[in-house]
């Protein structure tokens, strides 16, 4: 069985879904054939040197306790996951497109996890920014990509018509919020799900394909 996981870098529930599914795995060994990561931007217009993280939430959720709720109920969440989230030092949202071109091209090698969980893991826990083409670059490398190749393909505009293109078929089939798991290419399930219902569905598409 396959599955499609559509993200976004930038957004911290899908770096507690890629985990949730992580554990999903673990539990149901081989019980997927593959697992794509696809593209979405939540904030597609995103200036390229990025945005200052505070004031971006400051004016998306205003000063009122809606934020801190969210992110303590993310810091629970995550807790068991192994991902320390840093939702106070100084931070600049990056544009995700590259983050997300780099993603595209871990697929042919087989690192599309690897290089996710590298991307998240430095904007979430490190508050690095991940519109750096130099930190792409070493984060492929940690996954075993070629490096050179990687850094060529960021300096060019390789694949960033084909991203925005999924991102946009991806509005186009209703996908509004991200994680979005894509079980056999019919089955989608919406939100951070624990492992546990991850594994129910695993379990059921499987049954299903096999009856």
């Not at 106070?88 to 087989?110: E, F, K, Q, V, Y």
């Not at 960021?154 to 996908?175: C, P, Y």
Request: with cysteine.
């Amino acid at each position: 069985m396959e599955l499609d996981l559509v993200i976004d870098v930038v957004c911290p529930w899908c770096y507690v879904g890629k985990r949730q599914l992580d554990k999903a795995l673990e539990m149901r060994p081989g019980s997927l054939s593959v697992v794509r990561y696809r593209p979405y931007q939540l904030a597609p217009d995103t200036p390229i040197e990025g945005v200052d993280r505070k004031s971006y939430y400051r004016k998306k959720f205003g000063d009122g306790p809606q934020l801190e709720a969210m992110r303590e109920h993310l810091k629970v969440q995550a807790a068991g996951l192994g991902i320390a989230f840093d939702f106070d030092s100084d931070c600049t949202i990056a544009n995700s497109l590259d983050a997300h071109r780099l993603i595209r091209w871990a697929m042919t090698p087989g690192k599309q996890a690897e290089v996710a969980d590298g991307i998240m893991k430095a904007y979430f826990e490190d508050c690095a920014f991940i519109g750096d083409h130099a930190l792409l670059t070493e984060i492929a490398g940690q996954a075993g990509m070629d490096t050179t190749l990687v850094a060529e393909l960021l300096a060019s505009n390789q694949d960033t018509d084909l991203i925005r293109t999924e991102v946009q078929h991806a509005q186009e089939a209703g996908i509004r919020g991200v994680p979005m798991y894509i079980f056999g290419g019919k089955y989608a399930v919406s939100g951070a799900q624990g492992p546990e219902a991850l594994v129910q569905v695993i379990d059921k598409v499987t049954a299903e394909a096999t009856a």
